[in-house]
T-cell receptor, first 109, second 112 residues
Framework: KNEVEQSPQNLTAQEGEFITINCSYS?????LHWLQQHPGGGIVSLFM???GKKKHGRLIATINIQEKHSSLHITASHPRDSAVYIC???????????FGTGTSLTVIP | NAGVTQTPKFQVLKTGQSMTLQCAQD?????MYWYRQDPGMGLRLIYY???????DKGEVPNGYNVSRLNKREFSLRLESAAPSQTSVYFC???????????FGPGTRLLVL
């Protein structure tokens, strides 16, 4: 049983397209995290959110606590957005995370 | 600020050899973590340290030991490497448990 499910697993888009990546979770949470892993392997935290919506540049993250669902949107996608996007939620104890297996995004020029 | 640094970047070991992966952070974070990442699987927590002086097992601790040397440094030791430990290892830190984590660049380990 996976506590965190992401969809799609793989996504290919044309440059400029609007992209949505979904994350569903089965546990009660205090906050949800979105991470980005670049092709070179480096991992960067994008967002931590517990309600509503957060925006950073062309990236928007939303969360619906009642539905246990979060989405990561990328507007006007660019090849440099090509990466694996990972959703993570903390254990109820807060000491560890459940990680999704990631969504691999490729943006074609 | 360097953030989170890891050494080495890449290592090849023979089965049975030992090695220590080093991690250091300069953000004055209390919590530090060691993860492994394998193809097709999400990040899996090996050990974590909530604060200086404490360490706890994560999801996959077997075959590993850790030391929280001080607030800055958190090392991961493989006493007798096995091929199943071939993986990419990431160190991370956060201000406290559950907060935004900052990751190191990773160490690619190949055990033959």
């Amino acid at each position: 049983k996976n506590e965190v499910e992401q969809s799609p697993q793989n996504l290919t888009a044309q440059e400029g397209e609007f992209i949505t990546i979904n994350c569903s979770y089965s546990v009660g949470i205090s906050a949800l995290h979105w991470l980005q892993q670049h092709p070179g392997g480096g991992i960067v935290s994008l967002f931590m959110l517990s309600s509503g919506k957060k925006k950073h540049g062309r990236l928007i993250a939303t969360i619906n606590i009642q539905e246990k669902h979060s989405s990561l949107h990328i507007t006007a996608s660019h090849p440099r957005d090509s990466a694996v996007y990972i959703c993570a939620v903390p254990y109820s104890t807060g000491n560890q995370f459940y990680f999704g297996t990631g969504t691999s995004l490729t943006v074609i020029p | 600020n360097a953030g989170v640094t890891q050494t080495p970047k890449f290592q090849v070991l023979k089965t049975g050899q030992s090695m220590t992966l080093q991690c250091a952070q300069d953000m004055n974070h209390n919590s530090m973590y060691w993860y492994r990442q394998d193809p097709g699987m999400g990040l899996r927590l090996i050990y974590y340290s909530a604060s200086e002086g404490t360490t706890d097992k994560g999801e996959v601790p077997n075959g590993y030991n850790v030391s929280r040397l001080n607030k800055r440094e958190f090392s991961l030791r493989l006493e007798s490497a096995a091929p199943s430990q071939t993986s990419v290892y990431f160190c991370a830190s956060s201000r406290s448990l559950g907060e935004t984590q900052y990751f190191g660049p990773g160490t690619r380990l190949l055990v033959l």
